[in-house]
């Protein structure tokens, strides 16, 4: 059975060492220095992070065939952006 995407109403908040944006069930923060993602429950559980000892990186690779145009990289800037 496929359903189509319910949006969800969501909160952002920022300050000068971290971007969070919150639903009912999910928090996602973002330490704006690092890049460090952190996933937390609505019990404010932490689920899940990114170690501060290896940062994240991207790298290019041959999917079906095709080159990318592009190595991706993360620009916190424009993300945070595109969410306010």
């Known amino acids: 059975m496929i359903r189509d995407c319910v949006?969800?109403?969501f909160d952002f908040?920022?300050?000068e060492k971290e971007?969070?944006?919150?639903t009912e069930q999910l928090q996602v923060t973002i330490r704006l220095d690092t890049g460090?993602?952190?996933f937390r429950n609505a019990k404010n559980d932490l689920l899940l992070f990114e170690s501060d000892r290896r940062p994240r990186e991207y790298i290019a690779d041959t999917v079906?065939?095709?080159?990318?145009r592009?190595?991706?990289?993360?620009?916190l800037n424009n993300v945070i952006s595109s969410i306010q």
């Open 19 to 22: 971007a969070t944006l919150r």
């Open 7 to 9: 949006p969800s109403a």
């Open 13 to 15: 908040t920022q300050n």
């Open 36 to 38: 460090q993602l952190f």
């Open 64 to 68: 079906n065939g095709e080159k990318p």
């Open 70 to 75: 592009s190595t991706a990289r993360l620009k």
